[in-house]
């Protein structure tokens, strides 16, 4: 069946500026490779039996949303002009490999993190080295790595993919609203070196488990570990001060200094990890209370193309709950299995084939009867 409608059409838009319009060609959103859009694909239907025997590696590589997202980022990556962080995006995208676990090699140099990080403040007395640096116990891929942690947006095998991708291409979105509008311009790539630096840490931070869950995510900050450990391995792969900051401000904009707060402890928090100083790296202003001034305004168009989430997690969880019926009244699952492993299965199965965001828009616009023969139509019962 496919799975999408619409299709995405090149635009070209006006820049306007000093009250005076000017013709102006966007560069396409679309990737240059000739993969086909998975609105086009013809998803297989596989039988429940067979679908269960799935690794979420083994979803992931079926799924059409990651075939086509990752190619789509596969292109910006090797557009990118820095070929620095080229390299760095290159590989994450590829097989990500954290290199701030090079600084800790051993149990005695993470117990002296967590405490420094302790008597700063960011983490709890009970969070273990475990879950700050947790073991890698299989091979890390960014295209089978879950969006965010369980129960959040794009949870799902080839989540992450189509979350990154959706953030960049907002992102580039809004760079061309504000020319249009207001003749601001903004460093394309700067927002583009940030967006595909953000969620490498994800694949190790959020590694999938034997229950077909993720790891469970502790929060350093405030906010989650996968977002302090990715500054701080910017920070320790020697990056520029501007995409670092850039990084940090996605998960909190410094619109108004009760939100600046938390950015700015982001890469203090992270600095501890990297063993950097924050100011004198240029991380922070001088009196280490603020970004660097003035404040470059692409970190915050990372930050609202951040904001997917606003929409996708809702909608994970709901679509959840519809796809919970349809498991009791058509693959044979019991009340008790839709909080087990059988049931996250299942789950993870059709949102990595059709994402939930499509089928949540079966429901709403179709009902629930033509929500539920979606999800037949990718898993047969049996």
Not at 41 to 68: Q, V, W
Not at 118 to 144: H, S
């Amino acid at each position: 069946m496919a799975i999408w409608d619409k299709s995405i059409d090149r635009r070209d838009f006006l820049k306007t500026a000093a009250g005076a319009a000017a013709a102006f060609a966007a560069a396409s959103i679309l990737p240059k490779q000739g993969s086909a859009a998975p609105r086009d694909i013809e998803t297989t239907a596989i039988k429940f039996s067979e679908m269960e025997k799935l690794s979420p590696t083994e979803m992931a590589k079926r799924s059409p949303l990651r075939e086509y997202g990752y190619n789509w980022l596969m292109d910006k990556a090797n557009g990118l002009q820095d070929e620095t962080i080229k390299k760095v995006v290159l590989e994450g995208l590829k097989s990500p490999k954290p290199l701030i676990l090079k600084k800790y090699p051993d149990k005695a140099s993470k117990e002296a993190c967590r405490k420094a990080l302790l008597a700063a403040g960011y983490i709890k007395e009970e969070n273990t080295i475990d879950q700050i640096f947790p073991e890698v116990k299989n091979k890390l891929n960014f295209w089978d790595a879950a969006g965010a942690g369980w129960g959040g947006h794009h949870a799902y095998p080839c989540g992450l993919i189509t979350h990154v991708a959706t953030d960049l291409q907002t992102g580039l979105s809004l760079i061309e609203n504000y020319e249009q509008f207001f003749g601001y311009s903004m460093n394309r790539e700067l927002l583009t070196e940030a967006v595909l630096l953000h969620d490498l840490t994800k694949p190790w931070i959020l590694q999938w488990t034997s229950d077909h869950k993720c790891l469970p995510e502790i929060k350093i900050a405030g906010t989650g570990c996968h977002h302090i450990q990715q500054v701080a391995d910017c920070m320790y792969r020697g990056l520029r001060p501007d995409v670092v900051v850039a990084v940090a401000v996605s998960h909190d904009h410094a619109g108004w200094p009760s939100e600046e707060k938390k950015p700015v402890g982001y890469i203090k928090a992270a600095a501890i990890i990297a063993g950097k100083d924050p100011i004198k790296e240029g991380y922070l202003a001088p009196d280490g209370e603020t970004l660097p001034l003035p404040r470059r305004p692409e970190s915050f168009l990372v930050h609202l193309g951040d904001h997917d989430f606003v929409l996708t997690s809702g909608i994970s969880s709901w679509t959840q709950e519809y796809l919970k019926k349809v498991a009791l009244s058509d693959y044979g699952l019991t009340k008790a299995d839709p909080d087990s492993s059988k049931f996250y299965n299942l789950r993870n199965y059709v949102y990595s084939q059709a994402s939930d965001m499509h089928l949540y828009q079966i429901l709403v616009d179709q009902g629930y009867d033509a929500f539920r023969q979606a999800v037949l139509d990718i898993v047969i019962p049996g």
